[in-house]
């Protein structure tokens, strides 16, 4: 699904520091994104590939780069930079930056740097965002951070490119995300002609998590997104609505995911 970000006219892009774990769900957009990680673990998937996500790790999101972020740990912290297209090619002029116009490099685009390029990085991170309310210095400062960022990249000790993976995997991720799939796994395991022990080890080695983990992580997600701010429905009905098959399996499931109880994330939400 492409999702339009929220970047004011005045800005060429956007940067902020994530520090909270997050639902996520599959999209991609036109902006490219650099994600520098600071602390904590986390992962990503990636057209159908599973990216962690370590401290002193970057890794470039290309416009047709669908992902979605499987986990974070409680520390997860990590600073993401995204560029409009146009002042995206204004910037790379020079061979060494010719890759970053493309839409869908080839080629792994995670890798690690040393602990001074990525104190550099966050130091200059901190200063462009100090400059947000002047649109003349951030934009710039945010064409001198990803530059750097590239640079500090091409530099960085390269990782070997994830498998491949199994196209059944991502198949049935992106089926469980948007609901269409059955809930038994011998229902889902025929849709794409395997055998349920296949599709339930392929899916774990190649996302890092069960098939019942993603579904229920999809579900919450699809609940909030019918609970939250100016919706009108019920508890009851989202949970519903979101595939759970009963308000008991809601409650369970959501408590073990948001580690709060729903009750309380409601009380968060009229707060």
Request: proline share 5%; hydrophobic share 40%; glycine share 6%.
């Given at each position: ?7 004011p ?6 940067l ?27 992962a ?8 962690p ?99 500090a ?119």
């Amino acid at each position: 699904m492409k999702t339009a970000l929220t970047i004011p006219t005045e800005h060429v892009g956007k940067l902020w520091l994530s520090k909270k774990p997050r639902l996520d769900h599959f999209h991609q957009h036109d902006e490219l994104e650099c994600n520098i990680v600071v602390s904590g673990r986390g992962a990503y998937l990636v057209n159908g590939r599973r990216v962690p996500l370590e401290p002193n790790s970057l890794l470039w999101l290309f416009p047709e780069h669908e992902h979605l972020m499987l986990d974070q740990s409680e520390d997860f912290q990590i600073w993401v930079l995204v560029i409009k297209p146009g002042h995206l090619r204004q910037l790379c002029t020079d061979p060494d930056t010719q890759l970053l116009l493309q839409r869908a490099p080839s080629g792994s685009f995670f890798r690690y740097v040393n602990q001074q390029q990525l104190k550099r990085l966050i130091s200059l991170c901190e200063e462009v965002l100090q400059r947000e309310k002047n649109a003349a210095l951030f934009n710039a400062g945010l064409g001198y951070l990803l530059l750097s960022a590239w640079a500090a990249f091409n530099n960085g000790s390269s990782l070997p490119l994830p498998d491949a993976g199994h196209p059944a995997v991502e198949r049935i991720a992106r089926m469980v995300h948007s609901g269409q799939s059955a809930d038994d796994l011998h229902a889902i395991a025929a849709l794409v002609d395997r055998s349920p022990e296949t599709v339930s080890r392929l899916f774990k080695k190649q996302t890092g998590i069960t098939l019942t983990e993603f579904r229920n992580r999809c579900r919450i997600n699809r609940f909030l997104e019918l609970y939250g701010h100016g919706h009108t429905k019920t508890m009851l009905e989202a949970a519903l609505e979101a595939g759970f098959g009963s308000y008991a399996q809601f409650y369970r499931v959501f408590l073990q995911i948001m580690e709060i109880t729903p009750a309380g994330y409601r009380a968060q939400l009229r707060g």
